[in-house]
């Protein structure tokens, strides 16, 4: 197990960019895959990137080429750059740890992009 608090949110305009910080409560280095997920109002929750422990990344191909996901083991934190936001891009981001057959999750932070 694992808590995940997140930051970074906030409002921004269209063509903005953010960068949001997952800090782990304690070390990510064997943690096999950490992602950032997204849940716009009315839509169901979705996968934005994932990192495993091995650096190898995946996106949605919504935000490929906007968006970078990194993660920094010494600090036991994932980030997620996100540039060229679109008002789309408009959701709670939680970041995700899949640890064997378990899901830890954060709190959430809200991304906002006006246009």
């Known amino acids: 197990q694992v808590q995940l608090v997140e930051s970074g949110g906030g409002l921004v305009q269209a063509g903005g960019s953010l960068r949001l910080s997952c800090a782990a409560s304690r070390s990510i280095y064997t943690i096999n895959a950490l992602g950032w997920y997204r849940q716009a109002p009315g839509k169901q929750r979705e996968l934005v990137a994932l990192i495993s422990s091995g650096g190898t990344t995946n996106y949605a191909n919504s935000v490929k080429g906007r968006f970078t996901i990194s993660r920094d083991n010494a600090k036991n934190t994932v980030y997620l750059r996100m540039n060229s936001l679109k008002p789309e891009d408009t959701a709670v981001y939680y970041c995700?740890?899949?640890?064997?057959?378990?899901?830890?999750w954060g709190q959430g932070t809200q991304v906002t992009v006006s246009s």
């Open positions: 995700g740890a899949f640890i064997g057959g378990s899901e830890n």
